[in-house]
């Protein structure tokens, strides 16, 4: 049907109910016509009315009274015509009834009543929630910064809990993380980098390597699990669940400036400076964040559904860690390899460390471009996928 499908319509509320009258041009021989009822914030369908015949004819009369759920909320009504054989007219594309209207107090009130098709609300929804895409991934880490920093603290404190060496493992573990791979690499190995042939050049180049891993694998390691630890929050509480992956990404951020402590004393130790270009280092920590946080949100989310998923991160983080060239120098790589291989925003980002801390330059423009790019579209991407999961925890945990 067309526009002119539609005549002389009124839409009145009666009670809790919705009553309303139109004349329907059923030139396209549409044998009847219905209702149905969604949650406009959702669009989940909650309940369909009776079919009512139509006759064919240039306007033939149409009465509907529609009695809406007596508990206080918003509603949406879609008014179409049916075809038995192909379904509702809405779905194929053609032009129906919209009313948007609020139950309160047991009464109803019409808001909204407007003629579309669903292609033209799929539009206008996409271009009203376009800018909170943007906007309440930002909202909610600023809203709930107060308890990402209360939990961020209380999970570096109970991880290491009882033990002997207690907060320092903090340290600790990065740490001897760094000396068992330099110990394989640089003294088993012999691996060097770039002209500086000395053990000391490699344990720079290496370390600095290690400063984004280190911030990135442990967050995305832990967080395919963090939904199923917290799973009393997502059951009891009114909790933002958005803000576990964040507390793991802030926790690994955590080792990391534990880490850069220790490899800027070393830098000191070996090269007597830090260079000035160390300031670009900020620059580089913001891309890294937000795609670490993208990552989180994707895995957290995902960890809900697929109890393996875990297992399955510890070989991919592996396999990540050894095509990102932390370990090897760059230019071991054939050409065709690196071209491929610096897609991986690891890959920019220890590029764009060791720009900075060793050789005395800024990040290259177009690397530092991309990597901002991926960063922040994995950032959305991850939020969305979360937001949009989130809902059917409850039914799965």
């Not at 079919?51 to 240039?58: E, H, I, S």
């Not at 901002?372 to 994995?378: C, D, E, K, P």
Request: with cysteine.
């Amino acid at each position: 049907m067309n526009a002119a499908g539609y005549r002389n319509l009124r839409v009145e509320a009666r009670g809790h109910a919705i009553a309303i009258h139109l004349d329907v041009e059923n030139s396209a021989q549409a044998e009847c016509i219905g209702w149905q009822l969604f949650d406009p914030d959702t669009n989940v369908f909650i309940q369909e009315g009776e079919w009512l015949k139509l006759a064919p004819g240039d306007s033939v009369p149409v009465d509907l009274e529609i009695s809406l759920p007596p508990e206080p909320a918003s509603y949406r009504v879609y008014v179409s015509p049916i075809d038995p054989a192909q379904g509702w007219a809405y779905a194929q594309g053609k032009q129906f009834l919209v009313i948007d209207a609020e139950v309160a107090a047991e009464h109803a009130r019409v808001l909204n009543t407007k003629l579309t098709t669903r292609g033209a609300m799929l539009r206008r929804g996409f271009f009203r929630a376009l800018p909170s895409v943007f906007t309440y991934p930002i909202r909610t880490v600023t809203r709930n910064r107060a308890l990402i920093r209360s939990m961020v603290r209380r999970d570096i404190l109970a991880r290491y809990r009882g033990s002997f060496g207690d907060v320092f493992w903090t340290i600790l573990n990065p740490l001897l993380l760094m000396l068992t791979y330099y110990f394989v690499f640089g003294v088993v190995l012999r691996t060097r980098f770039g002209a500086d042939r000395s053990s000391a050049g490699f344990v720079l180049y290496f370390l600095a390597g290690m400063l984004p891993w280190l911030a990135f694998s442990e967050p995305v390691g832990r967080s395919p699990g963090v939904i199923l630890e917290h799973r009393n929050f997502v059951k009891k509480l009114v909790f933002p669940l958005e803000t576990l992956p964040v507390n793991q990404a802030v926790a690994g951020l955590v080792t990391e400036v534990f880490a850069l402590a220790v490899f800027l004393c070393l830098l000191l130790g070996l090269r007597h400076h830090i260079p000035l270009t160390a300031a670009w280092l900020p620059v580089l920590l913001v891309p890294q964040l937000l795609f670490t946080l993208g990552v989180c949100w994707f895995l957290a989310a995902l960890g809900v559904f697929m109890r393996d998923l875990a297992q399955i991160m510890g070989f991919v983080l592996t396999l990540w860690f050894f095509i990102t060239p932390i370990c090897y120098p760059e230019s071991s790589l054939s050409p065709a390899a690196t071209q491929i291989l610096s897609l991986n925003p690891l890959f920019m980002l220890v590029r764009g460390y060791r720009a900075i801390f060793l050789e005395n330059s800024a990040p290259a423009l177009t690397p530092l471009l991309a990597v901002w790019i991926i960063s922040f579209v994995t950032f959305l991407l991850g939020h969305l996928w979360f937001h949009k999961l989130r809902r059917t925890f409850a039914d799965v945990i």
